[in-house]
């Protein structure tokens, strides 16, 4: 079956990027993994305090929207974003295609 990638990239605050990569294996990617999710890789371009992120799921790109919904206004995401602080300064998120 097809897999639907999600690339993820946040523009975090430095003074902030240890408390982020603390919190992201610990807490995000084991409750993203509940919902569906597969983390395919996470990179980190320190000195631009640059997190870049690809997770996937099993199906279409509707499939994955219907999941991200689904994730998305789960009490199991509010507990994992409880008291977070606001680590990045912006965001860009699209669906991509593997090439290689």
Not at 73 to 93: C, H, K, L, M, Q
């Amino acid at each position: 079956m097809a897999r639907t990638v999600q690339l993820r990239r946040y523009h975090l605050k430095p003074h902030l990027v240890d408390e982020f990569l603390a919190w992201w294996p610990a807490l995000l990617v084991p409750a993203r993994a509940e919902f569906g999710f597969t983390v395919e890789s996470a990179y980190l371009d320190r000195a631009a305090a640059e997190f870049t992120w690809a997770v996937s799921a099993e199906g279409s790109p509707e499939e994955f929207g219907r999941l991200e919904q689904a994730w998305m206004a789960s009490p199991e995401r509010a507990v994992v974003f409880e008291g977070v602080t606001g680590w990045n300064d912006s965001a860009e998120i699209a669906l991509v295609e593997r090439l290689v």
